[in-house]
Nanobody, 123 residues
């Protein structure tokens, strides 16, 4: 089992930055890779960024160059630095853990989820 808890969401204006974090715990074999996903009501949950078992990051095309995923294993914390936020980035952001060495951007690759953190971007 893995427990995950996001924090650091909030409301910002377009162009500003946020840095949500995800504290996790649980057996390492259930969190070989991790990622950030987001969900907007009426749409499917989508992958934003993942980090594989070797620490290699991958980004969805719509956030590449603006978001940075990082992980501090000593602190059991996953980060998502979001810069130059756009209106369309407004969503609930979820931290997820996967037993796979490299989680995909499909939510089905994730075995454990946090409760999410709301990010709202306004003009």
């Amino acid at each position: 089992q893995v427990q995950l808890m996001e924090s650091g969401g909030g409301s910002v204006q377009a162009g500003e930055s946020l840095n949500p974090t995800c504290k996790y715990s649980g057996a390492p074999e259930y969190r070989e890779s991790m990622g950030w996903f987001r969900h907007v009501p009426g749409k499917e949950r989508e992958g934003v960024a993942t980090v594989d078992v070797n620490g290699t990051p991958r980004y969805a095309s719509f956030v590449k160059g603006r978001f940075t995923i990082s992980q501090d294993s000593a602190k059991n914390t996953l980060y998502l630095l979001m810069t130059n936020l756009k209106l369309e980035d407004s969503a609930k952001y979820y931290c997820g853990a996967s037993t796979r060495a490299s989680a995909s951007f499909y939510p089905s690759s994730i075995g454990f989820w946090g409760r999410g953190a709301q990010v709202t971007v306004s003009s």
